[in-house]
């Protein structure tokens, strides 16, 4: 039983272009997780001995006292703490005895209520990470913005960076952050490395997803702690798109897709403004 909860809190199910990230160590992107505290991992740890927050971050850490605890909040579900932990949402009873992992669902509103704390600290964690350090392709006066974290070996991602000037074409601004599926130690995490260190990252880029040769070279560059930032905010694949409320998309989107996508946030997002 031990070991299945160990299991429940370490694990990370990733699919399709993306590799677990147990299955791979690395200093720096261990560092980049340990220097990346936020204000929502102080108040947890700082929460008052006795209180529900206390007891749900005392419990995780029973469970596996090497956990990132990412932010706690009351739930939508009376009685219990939202805790989130390496992207993941959990529900611990304010009394830390119970500890429940999956979607909660409300039959009412048809949504999972825990995606509106993982959108929250995506948005929060993704506005951190500055501008020069992105990969930007833009239209001159962008509609909409998404964070991609992509990686040169993804078919997918390859996919979608064929169409890059479609996305632009129809108002979509994509600013890539690095996530190399293979994990660090690896030519694919070299790879992308010498991609945002090249003097022009953008071809860089287009070259090495078009399995043209990118030289080598090394540089002080954000590569690592973009890949700790997509095991923060829960990465299942590659590329993973990110719009601007940190709402994430299912995959891979063609651009006539993702703009439908795009345009029905906004319209929920004014409909929202409206009834409160």
């Given at each position: 039983m031990k070991r299945y909860a160990l299991a429940l809190l370490g694990a990370f199910s990733l699919s399709a272009c993306a590799q677990s990230a147990s299955e791979v160590d690395d200093g720096n992107a261990t560092t980049a997780v340990a220097a990346a505290a936020s204000a929502g991992q102080a108040?947890?740890?700082?929460?008052?001995?006795?209180?529900?927050?206390?007891?749900?971050?005392?419990?995780?850490?029973?469970?596996?006292?090497?956990?990132?605890?990412?932010?706690?909040?009351?739930?939508?579900l009376p009685g219990f703490q939202e805790v989130i932990v390496a992207g993941q949402v959990l529900y611990v009873s304010d009394d830390g005895r119970y500890v429940m992992q999956g979607s909660l669902f409300d039959a009412q509103e048809k949504r999972d209520l825990g995606q509106a704390g993982l959108a929250q600290l995506r948005r929060t964690l993704l506005a951190e990470v500055p501008e020069e350090q992105r990969i930007v392709f833009a239209p001159e006066d962008p509609l909409y913005t998404v964070a991609v974290f992509t990686d040169v070996e993804c078919g997918y991602c390859r996919r979608l960076h064929d169409d890059i000037a479609e996305y632009n074409r129809r108002g979509i601004a994509i600013e890539y952050l690095a996530y190399p599926r293979m994990g660090p130690d690896t030519d694919d995490f070299r790879l992308m490395e010498s991609v945002w260190c090249a003097d022009d990252r953008r071809k860089a880029l287009t070259d090495a997803k078009s399995g043209r040769r990118v030289p080598p070279k090394t540089c002080d560059n954000p590569v690592a702690a973009h890949y700790a930032l997509g095991q923060r905010v829960g990465l299942t694949g590659t590329p993973m798109i990110v719009a601007e409320d940190g709402t994430q998309m299912p995959g891979y989107m063609p651009p006539d897709q993702l703009l439908a996508a795009l345009q029905r946030l906004a319209t929920e997002a004014e409909a929202g403004g409206e009834t409160r």
């Open positions: 108040a947890a740890l700082n929460a008052p001995t006795g209180s529900p927050a206390a007891n749900a971050r005392n419990a995780i850490l029973s469970i596996n006292p090497r956990v990132v605890i990412e932010s706690i909040a009351d739930a939508p």
